[in-house]
């Protein structure tokens, strides 16, 4: 599976790039696994992904959760909690 | 209804927008608007500036479907909403939302409702500049619980 990912804010600064565009492994199969498996991809990745539980995830763009499914996925984002408005 | 929504860099005329919406109709009897503007303060400490990120394509998405989602709460006839992003100074707009219905109760409740999901639930983020340097606003759980007060906790209809 290829899927293109974005990061927001803090989750951005501290892997370094915005996006990018990867190919997890098939045991990768919800949101959860995806930041437990990029969490391995190096240090910036463990700093960015060290509280899971903080983050928040869209695919395609809508509001996920943590087991939300990756499949059929073209774009998964991770970013903070909101503070806009 | 018509609705206008809109994610710029630039400044918004709050006039100019409520007025657009009620130009040409004679079934509007309430406007309200709302104007959030950048502080010269962040938890007691002064601002030099902030710089507001988005998630360009999924924030007109989410305001969209909180404004369908408005929309089929009140009876309203319009609604507005304009997130600037970028850099801006204390004193400067952040986020206009303008909402026209017949009577000012749906359009009160409405622009109070929008605000309370834009900042819990559209993908903007803060960061503040100050003298000593720059940091990421947190999320307030203040803002959760205004947004949770409007989720409906009726039982569905029999």
């Given at each position: 599976?290829t899927?293109?990912?974005?990061?927001?804010?803090?989750?951005r600064?501290?892997?370094?790039?915005?996006e990018?565009v990867v190919?997890?492994?098939?045991?990768?199969?919800?949101?959860?696994d995806?930041?437990?498996?990029?969490a391995g991809?190096?240090?910036?990745y463990a700093?960015?992904?060290?509280?899971?539980?903080?983050i928040?995830?869209?695919i395609?763009?809508a509001?996920v959760?943590?087991?939300?499914?990756?499949?059929?996925?073209?774009?998964?984002?991770?970013?903070?909690?909101?503070t806009?408005? | 209804m018509?609705?206008?929504?809109?994610?710029?860099?630039a400044?918004f005329?709050?006039?100019?927008?409520a007025a657009?919406l009620?130009?040409g109709?004679?079934?509007?009897?309430?406007?309200?608007t709302f104007?959030g503007?950048c502080?010269?303060d962040e938890?007691?400490t002064p601002?030099?500036a902030?710089?507001l990120?988005h998630?360009p394509?999924?924030a007109e998405?989410?305001?969209?479907?909180h404004v369908a989602?408005a929309?089929a709460?009140?009876p309203l006839?319009g609604a507005?909403i304009?997130?600037r992003?970028?850099?801006?100074?204390?004193?400067?707009n952040?986020?206009?939302?303008?909402?026209?219905?017949s009577h000012?109760?749906?359009a009160f409740?409405?622009?109070?409702?929008?605000m309370d999901?834009?900042k819990t639930?559209a993908?903007?983020w803060k960061?503040?500049?100050?003298?000593?340097?720059?940091?990421w606003?947190?999320?307030?759980s203040t803002?959760?619980?205004a947004?949770?007060?409007?989720?409906?906790?009726r039982?569905?209809?029999?």
């Amino acid at each position: 599976m290829t899927v293109k990912l974005l990061y927001f804010a803090w989750l951005r600064e501290r892997i370094g790039k915005g996006e990018e565009v990867v190919e997890p492994p098939a045991g990768v199969t919800t949101v959860a696994d995806l930041m437990g498996w990029l969490a391995g991809r190096g240090e910036e990745y463990a700093f960015a992904f060290e509280n899971p539980v903080v983050i928040r995830a869209a695919i395609d763009r809508a509001h996920v959760r943590a087991s939300a499914p990756v499949a059929g996925a073209k774009e998964v984002a991770f970013f903070p909690p909101m503070t806009g408005g | 209804m018509p609705a206008t929504i809109r994610l710029q860099s630039a400044d918004f005329d709050t006039g100019a927008e409520a007025a657009s919406l009620v130009r040409g109709r004679t079934d509007i009897g309430a406007v309200v608007t709302f104007v959030g503007v950048c502080r010269g303060d962040e938890a007691g400490t002064p601002v030099a500036a902030m710089v507001l990120e988005h998630y360009p394509g999924m924030a007109e998405a989410e305001i969209a479907r909180h404004v369908a989602a408005a929309e089929a709460r009140w009876p309203l006839l319009g609604a507005t909403i304009i997130h600037r992003h970028g850099r801006l100074v204390p004193g400067d707009n952040i986020v206009l939302v303008v909402t026209a219905a017949s009577h000012r109760g749906d359009a009160f409740a409405a622009a109070e409702f929008l605000m309370d999901y834009l900042k819990t639930r559209a993908p903007f983020w803060k960061k503040v500049e100050r003298a000593d340097g720059a940091s990421w606003v947190d999320a307030k759980s203040t803002d959760d619980a205004a947004a949770d007060r409007w989720i409906d906790r009726r039982p569905a209809a029999e």
